[in-house]
């Protein structure tokens, strides 16, 4: 492909290009993928740089470059899983309360519990958890 001159290009693509250069001079076949760092890395310069300006500069397929960049914006997009909070419940003779459930789709359920014992009710929410996964 053609490639610009290392001289004429920001200092952060050249070394990335440096890089590349000296793994594609190592690697066993033609035929070997590039790592999943180096795409990475690949993907951080784009957005820095822009997509064409990069493609150039490290010898890659615009649309190679520009699939990776995508399916990027998408991992950036999916919301974070959340962890559960904890709860105690103190031992009383005859509990009375609402427990409000929810798994990590959005899966909610309400009760309003009355005279259970506190293992009955960790029992449900293992329950109701373990049947969510």
């Not at 309400?110 to 969510?132: N, Q």
Request: hydrophobic share 35%; proline share 5%.
């Amino acid at each position: 492909m053609n490639a610009k001159p290392l001289s004429n290009m920001p200092k952060a693509l050249s070394e990335a290009r440096r890089q590349l250069d000296h793994w594609r001079s190592q690697r066993p076949s033609k035929r070997t993928r590039l790592p999943k760092e180096f795409w990475q890395q690949a993907v951080t310069l784009a957005k820095d740089h822009g997509l064409n300006k990069t493609a150039r500069a490290l010898g890659l397929k615009y649309y190679s470059l520009k699939k990776h960049l995508e399916a990027s914006a998408i991992d950036e997009l999916k919301p974070a899983k959340t962890q559960g909070e904890f709860l105690e419940l103190l031992p009383s003779p005859a509990i009375d309360c609402t427990i409000e459930l929810e798994d990590g789709s959005g899966v909610r359920m309400r009760m309003h519990i009355k005279g259970a014992s506190i293992v009955d009710l960790a029992s449900f929410a293992c329950g109701f958890r373990s049947s969510r996964a």
